[in-house]
């Protein structure tokens, strides 16, 4: 009786993980350049400063600040300013000044609005199909008090933007030049949805009592999901699929593609590029195998 009831934990164990909450999408904009092409580094007026200047254009999106798969396009609109070593040329750039410091935060880069009502950052063709109980949340910051309230959050699953995570937002502790976290976002599977942060322009006094614009950051975009069994079938259409042996994975039926390696709490533990065979040296347990839109679940 009781080897049977150990087996049936284990049983269950077994699915708890297998159904565990996995990273679809993260976003945490690493750090900034170290320099800017004829421009001298510094921070004094004239020199470029890599805490502050950089250009969204000229930031480069590494793999190590992203979970993604290929098909995601990031979308800026910002006006404008003067270009100059010490000026990142427009009002939304890539800053490392303020790093984020909530729990879990990923530090360094973040995603700097400064003041205006076209400065607006759209990520588009997401897919979340095969997964459920998806949610939204991201880190934010504001240098007044009131700040962190002026952000807006939308998202199109076709059809056309409408506003998300409003109530959310509302709850948030109104302190400036604080970090704090937007969290329970509920997200609909979609083969190809879009996200879109934006800041508004008060030209008028607005409720700190100044009508100085708000100045926001945002940090660690992610979508998580609980991964359905259509998700993370061993064989598909390509007769693409996934061998796990000992040590060893044999990748079979794949053309094209990274090979992306996640634990079940969605960390990402390997990668690499397209092999038939890789040895990732990972410690025994559940992962999931992604390459390109293939996933699969593999027990080391």
């Given at each position: ?87 990142a040329?427009?009002t939304l750039?890539?800053r ?37 109980n ?21 998202c ?7 506003d ?24 609909l ?11 508004p322009?008060y030209?008028?006094?607005?409720v ?36 796990a ?56």
């Amino acid at each position: 009786m009781k080897k049977t009831t150990f087996l049936f934990l284990g049983i269950t164990l077994l699915s708890v993980g297998i159904r565990a909450q996995t990273t679809i999408f993260l976003e945490t904009f690493g750090t900034t350049k170290t320099s800017r092409d004829g421009c001298v580094s510094g921070t004094t007026t004239g020199l470029y400063d890599a805490t502050k200047c950089e250009s969204y254009a000229d930031h480069d999106w590494s793999a190590d600040s992203h979970v993604w798969n290929s098909g995601i396009v990031y979308t800026p609109v910002s006006t404008a300013t003067t270009v100059s070593c010490d000026d990142a040329g427009t009002t939304l750039n890539v800053r490392t000044n303020n790093p984020s410091t909530y729990t879990g935060a990923s530090g360094n880069g973040n995603l700097y609005f400064n003041a205006d009502l076209t400065n607006s950052f759209t990520i588009s063709g997401i897919n979340t199909l095969n997964y459920d109980n998806i949610n939204l949340s991201f880190g934010i910051y504001g240098k007044k008090k009131y700040d962190v309230t002026y952000i807006k959050v939308q998202c199109n699953y076709g059809s056309g933007f409408t506003d998300i995570a409003t109530t959310q937002i509302a709850g948030l502790t109104t302190t400036k030049t604080t970090w704090l976290t937007v969290s329970n976002v509920s997200v609909l599977a979609n083969s190809n949805f879009s996200i879109r942060f934006s800041t508004p322009n008060y030209n008028t006094l607005d409720v700190s009592g100044t009508n100085e614009l708000p100045e926001i950051r945002i940090d660690d975009i992610k979508i998580t999901g609980t991964a359905t069994t259509t998700s993370v079938n061993s064989l598909n259409s390509e007769n693409r699929k996934v061998v796990a042996s000992n040590a060893t994975i044999t990748l079979v039926g794949f053309t094209t593609g990274n090979v992306e390696i996640y634990n079940t709490q969605g960390k990402k533990v390997f990668a690499s590029e397209l092999k038939e065979t890789i040895q990732p040296q990972l410690a025994k347990g559940l992962y999931i195998v992604r390459v390109g839109d293939f996933r699969q679940k593999i027990s080391l």
